[in-house]
């Protein structure tokens, strides 16, 4: 089966400087201490082109990061990632708007960066202003935004680009009851393409049973498991029950 996505003993640190107050920093010569967080280790897997795979771990596992790593916000320190010629889009909250512009014209240059023409995002832009259903908001700056709104508008850019490969952090659980459906149902439609390749972070057990094929669970920057979703979701279940009680 062709892949999509090939991630190769990949490796992503960060590298924190330690807070000091302003006169002991004045006073010091000593350099400035540099921790160094090791926030994905030598990570391997593989995802079949048209795979709905799914990413589950606890909070400060590398889900995010690994996700970014995929959609090329992030360079591997080690190890490679190769998508195989494939477009990507990254649906997440807080990444890739700029918030002193409208929501209009974040589309206009979600869709530019992506490689999509003007003309295509001026044929898509009617379509993706009344999935998201901001009303006046779509032409006032997004740091006017909620989170809710901000949400809506990531989703309906990401849900109406025809991209190969479309990565999702935690966006289908954020906005009211009535987006949650419409977000969920468009997702189904997505994932129906068998062409599409779509990897997913998120905590919603319910939905990862419902929409993935596949999962990945990563603990501590380690990949601990990928296979069949029950069997990874059941372990991760019975893993996180059991650390509850020794905590």
């Known amino acids: 089966?062709?892949?999509?996505?090939?991630?190769?003993?990949?490796?992503?640190?960060?590298?924190?400087v330690q807070s000091r107050s302003i006169k002991k920093t004045f006073f010091s010569i000593k350099k400035s201490e540099v921790q160094t967080i090791e926030a994905?280790?030598?990570?391997?897997?593989?995802?079949?082109?048209?795979?709905i795979v799914g990413i589950i771990g606890k909070n400060g596992s590398g889900k995010s990061t690994i996700l970014k790593a995929i959609a090329g916000i992030f360079q591997p320190d080690t190890g490679k990632i190769d998508l195989h010629g494939n477009t990507v889009s990254l649906l997440a909250i807080g990444v890739g708007f700029k918030k002193a512009l409208t929501g209009r014209e974040n589309i206009m240059l979600t869709g530019t960066l992506l490689g999509f023409s003007e003309k295509y995002m001026q044929d898509k832009m009617?379509?993706?202003?009344?999935?998201?259903?901001?009303?006046?908001?779509?032409?006032?700056?997004?740091?006017t935004y909620s989170s809710g709104?901000?949400?809506?508008?990531?989703?309906?850019?990401?849900?109406?680009?025809?991209?190969?490969?479309?990565?999702?952090?935690?966006?289908?659980?954020?906005?009211?009851v009535k987006f949650k459906k419409k977000s969920y149902a468009k997702m189904r439609e997505l994932i129906s393409d068998k062409h599409r390749t779509v990897v997913m972070v998120s905590h919603n057990i319910d939905t990862l049973r419902k929409l993935c094929n596949r999962m990945i669970w990563l603990h501590e920057g380690e990949?601990?498991?990928?296979?069949?979703?029950?069997?990874?979701?059941?372990?991760?279940?019975?893993?996180?029950?059991?650390?509850?009680?020794?905590n």
Do not use: R, W
């Open 40 to 51: 994905v280790k030598n990570v391997s897997f593989s995802i079949p082109q048209g795979e």
């Open 149 to 176: 709104m901000f949400s809506k508008l990531a989703f309906s850019i990401t849900a109406n680009l025809e991209t190969d490969i479309m990565l999702v952090d935690e966006v289908l659980s954020v906005g009211d």
């Open 126 to 143: 009617d379509e993706i202003i009344k999935f998201a259903g901001l009303g006046k908001f779509i032409d006032m700056p997004v740091k």
């Open 1 to 16: 089966m062709e892949h999509a996505i090939d991630v190769e003993n990949v490796s992503i640190n960060y590298k924190c």
């Open 223 to 246: 990949l601990k498991m990928y296979g069949e979703v029950n069997e990874v979701l059941d372990e991760y279940l019975k893993f996180m029950e059991e650390d509850d009680k020794d």
